[in-house]
C-alpha cells in the first residue's frame, strides 16, 4: 500500500511544476546562514523574492532577497539581487558567566544560476556574493550557496 501511496504522490506531483515554476521551497546551505529553510517565488517573468530562515547553536537568522530573474537559455536562469539579513544570538561570557542576547542586522547582495528539471520538480540554485553586517558591528564577509527546492507551478 505503502507502495502506490508514494507512486500516486509522484504521478500527480508531476502535474504541479515546470520549468517556469511560480514557488520553489526547500533547503539552502552556504553562508551566511549555513543552513536554512528557504524559499523562492516569481512575480512575472523577471522578479522573484527570496526569504531563508536557519539558524545554529544560539543564533535564530533571517534573510530577505528582492531578486532580478533572467533566462540563459530554456533550462538555465542567472538572478541577482539584495536585501536585509536580520536575527538574534546569545553568548555567554566566560569571564561573568552572563548570557548576552544580541540583534544582527546586515545587508547581502547576490548573483547566481539556477536550473529547473523539465520531468521533475526540482529546482537547483548556486550563488555567490557580498554580506555587509551592520549591527552589532561593522563587518564585510564573501559567501556563496547551494539551494536544493521543490519546484511548484
Known sequence: MKKYLLFGFLILSTFGFSQNYKTAVGIKGGFPGYGSLNGKHLFGSKSAIEASIGGGSNTIWVQGLYEIVNPLDDKFNWYYGAGPDFGFFS??????????????????????????????PLNLALDTGPSLSLVPSAGFNWGGAVAVRYAIK
Open 91 to 120: 553568548s555567554k561570557s566566560i569571564i561573568t558567566g552572563e548570557r548576552n542576547s544580541n540583534f544582527i542586522l546586515g545587508v547581502s547582495a547576490l548573483i547566481g544560476i539556477e536550473y529547473t528539471f523539465e520531468d521533475f
